[in-house]
């Protein structure tokens, strides 16, 4: 019985970690008017026929906190690294001097940051949701293995623990969520 309470707490404690990593890629994309070349990660690159993320193609780098600078490993990627950005609908308008690709990241409006905030704050309580999806999924099994002959005091001290885990995983949502905000909000 021991062994499948540890399972089912494993279970619990990778489904958390999941909904953090999420929440952390999807906080990427939300542009804060800081350059980040992790705000291109998404962007593939038609590279000989064959489909590859931006970073196997080109060397990523933020020069200044508006620019995010593309260096090609290759001339003739340029332009397909451009027509990849302008495809990606992240809203950036590539400049090219023949050697490496520059983006310019403008400073978003006070509404804009407000929309981002919100924006930022659902994919928390999404990502909370999945939190408390995980425990009532955990809760449940162990009230099946209890029904199995599990003791009481073993199934308590599982609860307990996934309980702990929920609190501490909602404490570093709360401080991706808040550090994001204070980025978004600081001009």
Not at 135 to 156: A, P, T, V
Request: charged content about 30%; proline content about 4%.
């Amino acid at each position: 019985m021991q062994e499948e309470v540890q399972m089912i707490l494993d279970i619990c404690k990778e489904r958390m970690e999941h909904a953090i990593s999420h929440l952390d890629k999807e906080l990427v994309h939300i542009r804060a008017g800081k350059a980040s070349p992790r705000m291109l990660d998404s962007v593939m690159v038609d590279y000989y026929g064959s489909m590859v993320p931006i970073v196997q193609v080109s060397n990523l780098s933020t020069p200044d906190a508006r620019t995010i600078a593309i260096q090609p490993w290759e001339k003739a990627m340029i332009r397909p690294i451009e027509k990849a950005i302008i495809n990606s609908n992240l809203g950036f308008n590539p400049d090219n001097n023949g050697e490496i690709i520059r983006i310019n990241v403008p400073a978003p409006t006070e509404q804009r940051r407000k929309d981002m905030v919100k924006t930022v704050n659902k994919e928390g309580e999404i990502a909370k949701v999945s939190l408390r999806s995980a425990r009532k999924e955990s809760n449940d099994n162990l009230k099946k293995l209890l029904k199995d002959g599990l003791s009481e005091d073993l199934e308590k001290d599982a609860e307990d623990i996934v309980q702990n885990m929920i609190t501490d995983f909602s404490k570093k949502i709360d401080k991706m969520l808040e550090d994001k905000n204070h980025e978004i909000l600081t001009i």
